[in-house]
């Protein structure tokens, strides 16, 4: 086994926003990190909530960026969509298409017929992100559901992370349609749920995936459900502050502030570190609170807290003593 963390796994599954790239642009070090796992012949898969791309898009996408990237490498929450819808609903069936039109095309290449009123009779409603998402189709959507449509949403991402900060993910749209119907959705696809990584294992032939991500809410919870180990990169939704009250479904096996730490030592991500000393921080314990003293690597900060506040403190309870520990926990929020 090697000595650093990707090197104990066989396959790498990327998340794509906030981890690979942010909308339109790569992340610092997405490249040159996907090129060292392929030099050292790990396999490497991109799985994505995103639904506005189809997979040989995001792959044309993702090489105009400068990172590698082939369609069949490529899993998205529309395909896996559509390809549930088809498993679900007799060949020519019309569904409801809310989202961009990859979806659509996703549907129209499952066997479906893509529809967008209520006059067409449609049969589900599949949900997912398009920037073009509006009242008109959202309307009809609500209608449909009301009316006995089963109602699919490729995901519930709250938010889509940018350089401008996180901008409304589908989440937030289908949040609309759950206000306007007072119900959740009958099927949700993409991550937290597991299917991605599985679907992305079984085709790798994987005994042991990692899965890389930036949101705690559906990248390492949909790990956590898979049963498959995960890296929390901090380069995109959740930080610092989330992770320190991360529930145990939403913990992550490591955390590093971007792609470049899964050439480390596996033990210098790892999450939580014990023992209340590393890298020059020290956290003492005292009873429903904690002190941070000392100075050196954030992240490794970062992990020392997180044995206390997952044991029980609160992260509001955790104090300073020392400047850069007090700068530190200034800058997450704390």
């Not at 599954?13 to 992340?27: S, T």
């Not at 069949?72 to 969509?81: D, K, P, R």
């Not at 005994?207 to 498959?228: C, K, N, Y």
């Amino acid at each position: 086994m090697s000595d650093h963390l990707a090197g104990g796994y066989d396959l790498v599954i990327f998340d794509l926003d906030g981890v690979v790239l942010l909308i339109d642009k790569p992340i610092p070090g997405a490249a040159e990190a996907v090129e060292r796992l392929r030099a050292g012949s790990t396999p490497i898969a991109y799985a994505t909530n995103n639904a506005s791309r189809r997979a040989g898009e995001v792959a044309e996408l993702l090489n105009g960026m400068g990172v590698s990237a082939e369609p069949a490498e490529v899993l998205t929450s529309a395909g896996a969509a559509a390809a549930l819808l088809a498993e679900c609903l007799p060949a020519g069936a019309k569904v409801l298409v809310v989202g961009a039109e990859a979806l659509r095309d996703e549907v129209r290449d499952a066997g479906l017929v893509p529809v967008s009123e209520l006059a067409d009779e449609p049969v589900a409603v599949v949900q997912g992100y398009g920037p073009e998402v509006g009242w008109k189709i959202l309307a009809e959507a609500a209608l449909a559901v009301r009316a006995g449509a089963t109602w699919f949403a490729t995901n519930t991402d709250r938010t889509l992370p940018s350089p401008r900060g996180p901008l409304p993910g589908n989440g937030s749209l289908v949040a609309v349609l759950r206000t306007a119907l007072d119900r959740d959705p009958d099927v949700v696809v993409g991550k937290p749920q597991p299917g991605l990584f599985r679907t992305a294992a079984a085709l790798s032939g994987a005994q042991r995936p990692l899965a890389v991500g930036d949101r705690l809410d559906t990248d390492i919870q949909g790990a956590v459900t898979a049963g498959v180990d995960s890296l929390l990169v901090l380069t995109g939704v959740s930080g610092p502050a989330d992770l320190l009250a991360a529930p145990e479904d939403r913990r992550p096996t490591f955390v590093t502030a971007d792609l470049s730490g899964l050439f480390g030592p596996a033990d210098d991500a790892r999450v939580p570190v014990s023992g209340g000393e590393a890298g020059g921080w020290r956290v003492a314990r005292d009873g429903d609170r904690a002190v941070l003293s000392g100075s050196g690597d954030p992240v490794t900060a970062l992990r020392l807290l997180c044995a206390v506040t997952w044991d029980g403190v609160a992260p509001s309870a955790i104090t300073a003593h020392s400047p850069e520990a007090g700068e530190l926990l200034r800058s997450w929020g704390l």
